[in-house]
């Protein structure tokens, strides 16, 4: 079935550092990639998206580029903030139909960023 | 209210007896999808509405879970005969039609399940 495969954490970086966390996934069909992030006491929210090859999706200066020759979504960021510290889950949307799709994650990231 | 609304907020139980645990989705979202997430675990997919009827069951771990959804809105998660490994976070999140590539999920906060 499908699935979704990321780096294991904890990532711990000092501020302004680079971040890539890596995650590939496994499909038989089209599927769009998401990645959600967790921050501490509060809810999964959506970060950001793409819905076909090629496609780049960037939020709040993350970016993360849909790769269909290698299948994957790695999340990237120039310059990590404290604030960014959380879990970070990406996923991917099975679709089983014209109306109706399986959303599948990672086992998430926890990323951690030092003063 | 605006969004998704899990209850309890936390449950504690013993083993072996049921829990039921309730989601009550954001109005309109036609999808609705439970997972559970353990101790330092990921998110493991438990089971997916589409409107009232679950195209996909294969991630329920086992015949003492149930789910249903009446309405095309509340959602109940029906766990019998608990077992201490049913101790986890089970979130439910909702979403707007699938299939529009607009699959964006929206959480609940979750009900914190304990097992003693």
């Known amino acids: 079935g499908d699935s979704v495969t990321q780096m294991e954490g904890p990532v711990t970086l000092s501020e302004e550092a680079f971040l890539t966390i890596n995650c590939t996934y496994t499909?038989?069909?089209?599927?769009?990639l998401f990645w959600y992030v967790q921050y501490p006491g509060e809810g999964l929210q959506l970060l950001l998206k793409?819905?076909?090859?090629?496609d780049k999706g960037s939020n709040k200066g993350f970016e993360a580029t849909y790769r269909k020759e290698t299948t994957s979504f790695h999340l990237e960021k120039g310059s990590v903030q404290v604030s960014d510290s959380a879990v970070y889950f990406c996923?991917?949307?099975?679709?089983?139909?014209?109306?109706?799709?399986?959303?599948?994650f990672g086992s998430g990231t926890r990323l951690s960023i030092r003063p | 209210g605006a969004g998704v609304s899990q209850s309890p907020s936390n449950k504690v139980t013993e083993k072996g007896k049921d829990v039921e645990l309730r989601c009550d989705p954001i109005?309109?979202?036609?999808?609705l999808y439970w997972y559970r997430q353990s101790l330092g675990q990921g998110l493991e997919f438990l089971i997916y509405?589409?409107?009232?009827?679950?195209?996909?069951k294969s991630g329920l771990p086992s015949d003492r879970f149930s789910a249903e959804r009446t309405g095309g809105s509340v959602s109940t998660l029906t766990i019998q005969r608990t077992q201490q490994e049913d101790s986890a976070v089970y979130l439910c999140?909702?979403?707007?039609?699938?299939?529009?590539?607009?699959?964006?999920?929206?959480f609940g906060s979750g009900t914190q399940l304990s097992v003693l």
């Open positions: 999140a909702s979403s707007l039609p699938a299939g529009t590539h607009n699959e964006k999920l929206f």
């Open positions: 499909a038989t069909g089209y599927p769009s």
């Open positions: 793409a819905t076909k090859a090629d």
């Open positions: 996923a991917l949307s099975d679709q089983l139909g014209s109306s109706a799709s399986k959303i599948i």
């Open positions: 109005s309109g979202h036609t999808a």
């Open positions: 509405f589409q409107g009232n009827s679950a195209p996909d």
